[in-house]
């Protein structure tokens, strides 16, 4: 048997940004035998100057590496000293600033970023590590409620009258609802007098990091606000049908909305309106696994 393919992953401690490199590793698990040393930027950072120079003194330490992945903007320059340091290839996901693409052996990001080049792969959102689930019940739905952001405002009357109307529109389906760490407390307490018989609610504080991966492997319908893209990405990654609440946008031109609207062109996803509260109108399409679909290609590349 010959001996695992060593990556290092280069984490900044970000679970968004770790769950993009992660999905890409655990799918390139998949092909390959792998085997993974984790490098903090807490403690083994790079400077941008020691980049340049090629240097990165925590090597010395580390096996040798035959591909080095990292996501986020603080690993941009540990990545590039310890891609330079050992001749190994880099892969960065996520868009770095612009004029910086070159640096690296392979770039991943999302196509709402307009990014092109030979080094360049488009995703369609953000990889992550939700496989899709082969059993799924079809009785079984699941609400996912974010919270203001950066690019959405927020209106509570409003969503609890859309959840209340999809319950009505959809009485032989037993719903679960659960809210992010952005979703306001009083709309957290309205959300849980809405639970009874056919809606069980479950604030995140009650959830652990295998609570959504488990419910979405067997979830058929999934009905996520549109703030939170991250969760509309697992949701379609797990090969649920799903559906975007909408509520008040800062801006209608912000690459994470246009990313949304691309991926409702294309038939992944259905707006709720008030005569359209069920999912039954959208196709069967494939569950969008891009973490599969990039690393098959990084696998030819590198590997």
Not at 45 to 63: D, V
Not at 155 to 160: A, Y
Not at 220 to 240: K, N, P
């Amino acid at each position: 048997m010959s001996d695992p393919i060593i990556i290092w992953q280069v984490s900044d401690n970000k679970r968004g940004h770790e769950n993009q490199s992660s999905g890409l590793i655990r799918a390139l698990s998949r092909l390959v035998a792998l085997q993974v040393i984790q490098i903090n930027v807490a403690t083994d950072k790079a400077s941008w100057w020691q980049a340049l120079r090629g240097q990165f003194p925590s090597a010395a330490r580390l096996q040798h590496p035959d591909l080095i992945i990292g996501a986020g903007s603080q690993t941009h320059s540990t990545l590039l000293a310890a891609s330079r340091a050992t001749k190994a290839p880099s892969v960065l996901i996520m868009s770095p600033p612009k004029g910086f693409t070159s640096l690296y052996d392979l770039c991943i990001t999302p196509e709402h970023d307009l990014r092109s080049g030979s080094n360049v792969i488009t995703t369609k959102g953000a990889m992550n590590m939700i496989e899709p689930g082969s059993h799924k019940n079809q009785q079984s739905g699941l609400f996912l409620i974010g919270g203001p952001s950066e690019h959405h405002g927020w209106d509570e009357s409003m969503l609890i009258k859309q959840i209340a109307q999809i319950l009505d529109a959809n009485p032989s389906i037993q719903w679960t609802l659960t809210s992010s760490r952005r979703t306001p407390p009083s709309t957290t307490a309205q959300l849980e007098k809405l639970s009874k018989e056919q809606l069980k609610v479950i604030p995140v504080e009650a959830t652990d990091k295998d609570w959504l991966p488990r419910e979405l492997s067997m979830t058929a319908h999934v009905w996520v606000t549109e703030d939170s893209v991250s969760m509309v990405y697992e949701a379609l990654s797990s090969g649920a049908k799903v559906g975007l609440l909408p509520i008040p946008r800062n801006s209608t031109s912000s690459r994470v909305v246009c990313g949304l609207e691309s991926l409702k062109q294309d038939g992944y996803l259905v707006n709720y309106s008030e005569n359209q509260a069920d999912l039954a109108v959208l196709k069967n399409l494939p569950p969008l696994n891009e973490a599969e679909r990039v690393a098959k290609i990084v696998a030819e590349r590198f590997l």
